[in-house]
């Protein structure tokens, strides 16, 4: 039993922070293009900030680790917590891990490539730069566009929306803001697909707030999940041993 609240309780601790990383992330991001988010949906503007080559590596790292990886321990603690009152669930847990992988291998491709196409921008001649730009379009839109906000999001739309249907029976609140995010994703994903911009662009900008909070928020419920199974067992204890006090007098 101690063993599983350990386990619980570090599950919690490393969603919490995957989801202060991701906020770092965020922070990281702004601050490489000097706070231009139209180089987020323009990748060319982003070599105008080519100098700011070092916090591009930290924010694809972070968004690695923060937005992905961290989650892992996440999806299979849910996986275990709900694979006997779902048919679906074994789906709805490979959706996750889909998700996860998906977008933790978009964001190594970018760090391997973003930051040494930066350094290289920044003593190109005007022909090399037009030959820089044009690859760093290309492996971006890659990216962006096919990896990340077209199969991710579907991927992550089919996990968090599930996962939330699960989680609203017990808690309503977590339910409706689990399944919310999915909604976001979902919306992102639409959008690229049929060329609704605006709607892609909604989409992708609520999901990038609420998972940052819905990590947060999702480890702190495990946490406390934790902190109430290990206070049981006391009581369970106190009253076995006020129960034999009480024996021993008669």
Not at 79 to 99: M, V
Request: with cysteine.
């Amino acid at each position: 039993m101690k063993y599983l609240s350990n386990y619980r309780f570090l599950v919690g601790a490393i969603t919490i922070l995957s989801g202060i990383l991701a906020l770092l992330c965020m922070i990281t991001g702004g601050m490489a293009v000097n706070y231009n988010f139209d180089a987020f949906s323009d990748p060319v503007l982003a070599l105008n900030y080519s100098a700011n080559h070092q916090l591009v590596s930290w924010f694809l790292l972070l968004d690695m680790f923060g937005y992905y990886l961290l989650l892992l321990p996440l999806i299979f603690y849910l996986h275990q917590q709900y694979k006997y009152r779902s048919p679906w669930t074994s789906l709805i847990t490979f959706s996750g891990l889909a998700y996860v992988l998906i977008g933790a291998v978009g964001a190594a491709i970018l760090a391997a490539v973003w930051p040494d196409m930066m350094q290289e921008h920044l003593t190109a001649t005007s022909e090399q730069k037009e030959m820089i730009g044009g690859l760093f379009k290309a492996i971006t839109l890659v990216v962006t566009k096919g990896m990340w906000n077209v199969i991710e999001m579907l991927f992550s739309a089919v996990w968090w929306i599930g996962i939330g249907k699960l989680l609203y029976r017990e808690s309503k609140v977590l339910g409706a803001l689990t399944m919310t995010t999915g909604i976001s994703t979902l919306l992102d994903a639409a959008g690229n697909i049929t060329g609704f911009h605006s709607l892609a662009e909604a989409g992708l900008n609520i999901y990038l707030l609420l998972a940052i909070v819905w990590a947060i928020v999702m480890g702190i419920s495990i946490m406390r999940k934790t902190a109430c199974s290990q206070s049981v067992p006391a009581k369970t204890v106190s009253a076995s041993a006020l129960k034999n006090q009480l024996a021993s007098l008669f």
